[in-house]
């Protein structure tokens, strides 16, 4: 690979439960940025408990299956996991030495953490050859305990072959690296060691993590592996990289509740750790960037922000605005309230109080200052245009629910989308028809009140349940889509 994303093909079995096996596989190379691909060699019928049953189909069709990648997609690395059968090990032998990939890491999967056998008695022998074409091997003990019967010349699998130093005896008969894992062995610590052909030895050595839920570990970090030396060139640095994201796959297994067995590794958990939090109300807004793009678009706003604007159209628009600020000040005065009564902590309650109430003012001081002026009388008693009518409906409805949370997020876009119009449409030039409104919605103090606000729905949304929290999005989304209303309104 000459840059871009690793393409690794996995080659093992299934797991429905999707903890280990070419599930488990693909999440590991999804999680190191790495293009996955699968050939299934059999079919599991597993969970969390154990395997209740293995099919193996027809060897020609994993072999159609082999060929139909390589046929068509220059593939980086192979991962060998479960191969089940003797006719299977062939299989896949035979294919790699036709189409070897400049990386091979081969899982021996013989006998799962559950303890059942997935590798039977003549498969074993027919190991010795696959083994041969890899690059790693990623034996646990009892694992490398048969590798080393077979490189001593154990053609049986029988009586276990005295040897000092198994791992170097293996990577010696077949000139390979193997990476001898202790995940499963004892102490505070897990400890797995890369041994050379040459003898040379490195430990890879991480606090042990506290928990059952280790269903695909081998699977998970071979894959973890083989994805990384693609991409970095070098086998320690991948099998230190893929150990250290196992650990945090395994500090948060115990938070995915999967199965009530030997559960699985989350793959996800480090690629969580690594991105940085993305903030419910970002969510929001790039869920209405669309709207927001035809707002600025309305003939309303281009016409303000170039002064061509009738001013009879922008008083209609004024005379509109107050009958809204009259409402949503209620609307912000009740969040002070509801602020004000909270419980879970009084100096935050006492801060989200003072703001909410400031803003209800704010709403007061505008309409006295800004509207009342320009209209001077000449709309005051305009009835209330159905457009009106209908956001403030919509902002009644979110305060019936008896969520603040929901009427927070509701009140929100009044705030965002003003403060997003104000810098959109920019300062006005001196004299400008309509400097003194686009001055104070482009205002730095504006903007200031609009971020604070955000930051206090912020706190509501990551606190709420599912449920509220996706009341609270459907609110948002419908407020938004009545300030494009409300702009449209005066030209319609």
């Known amino acids: 690979m000459t840059g871009g994303v690793p393409r690794v ?16 596989d693909l999440k590991a190379i999804a999680a190191h940025d790495g293009y996955g691909m699968a050939v299934v060699t059999a079919l599991v019928a597993q969970n969390t408990h154990g395997v209740r049953s293995v099919h193996v189909p027809d060897p020609a069709f994993l072999r159609e299956q082999l060929d139909a990648v390589s046929d068509d997609v220059t593939v980086d690395a192979v991962k060998t996991g479960m191969l089940g059968t003797a006719a299977v090990v062939r299989e896949v032998t035979a294919w790699l030495r036709a189409h070897r990939p400049p990386v091979v890491v081969v899982d021996p999967v013989m006998v799962a953490t559950s303890g059942d056998r997935l590798l039977d008695a003549d498969a074993v022998e027919a190991v010795r050859e696959l083994v041969g074409l890899a690059d790693l091997v990623t034996p646990n003990r009892a694992e490398l305990a048969v590798l080393a019967e077979l490189a001593a010349g154990a053609s049986d699998g ?28 004892g102490g505070a610590t897990a400890d797995d060691e890369l041994v050379e052909p040459s003898g040379a030895r490195r430990t890879f050595s991480a606090p042990r993590v506290a928990t ?24 320690e640095l991948a099998v ?12 948060g297994a115990d938070d995915l509740h999967v199965g009530s067995g030997n559960g699985p590794v989350d793959h996800g958990a480090a690629v969580r750790a690594l991105l940085p939090p993305v903030r419910w109300t970002d969510r929001w807004w790039t869920d209405v960037a669309g709207v927001l793009e035809e707002t600025l678009a309305t003939p309303f706003l281009v016409g303000l922000r170039d002064g061509t604007l009738s001013a009879e159209v922008f008083a209609g628009y004024l005379a509109q605005d107050v009958h809204y600020l ?12 509801a602020a004000a009564a909270s419980a879970s902590s009084a100096a935050a309650a006492s801060d989200e109080a003072a703001f909410w109430a400031g803003a ?15 209209l001077a009388g000449s709309r005051a008693d305009d009835p209330v245009h159905p457009v009106c009518a209908g956001y403030l409906a919509h902002l009644q409805r979110a305060a019936d629910t008896g969520s603040a949370a929901v009427l927070a997020a509701a009140v929100l876009p009044c705030f965002r989308v003003y403060a997003w119009v104000g810098t959109q449409l920019g300062r006005a030039p001196e004299g400008h028809l309509f400097g003194d409104w686009l001055g104070a919605y482009g205002d730095p103090g504006f903007a200031a009140a609009s971020a604070a606000a955000t930051d206090w729905v912020e706190r509501h949304a990551a606190a709420a349940s599912a449920e509220e929290r996706g009341r609270m999005t459907a609110a948002f989304r419908a407020s938004t889509a009545w300030e494009l209303a409300f702009f449209r309104m005066p030209t319609d």
């Open 326 to 337: 009259r409402a949503y000040q209620g609307h912000l005065s009740a969040l002070a309230a």
């Open 9 to 24: 093909l996995s080659i093992a079995g299934t797991d429905p439960t999707g903890g280990a096996g070419v599930q488990a």
């Open 158 to 185: 029988g009586s276990a072959v005295d040897v000092d130093d198994p791992a170097l005896l293996v990577a010696r008969r077949w000139d390979v690296r193997v990476l001898a894992k202790g995940g499963h062995d």
């Open 360 to 374: 209800a003012q704010g709403c007061a001081d505008e309409a006295r200052d800004l509207h009342h002026r320009r």
């Open 240 to 251: 230190g990289e893929a150990k250290a994201w196992l650990g945090a796959a395994l500090a």
């Open 212 to 235: 059952t839920n280790t269903h695909g570990t081998g699977c998970s970090l071979s894959s973890a592996i083989a994805t990384l030396v693609v991409r970095t060139g070098d086998w």
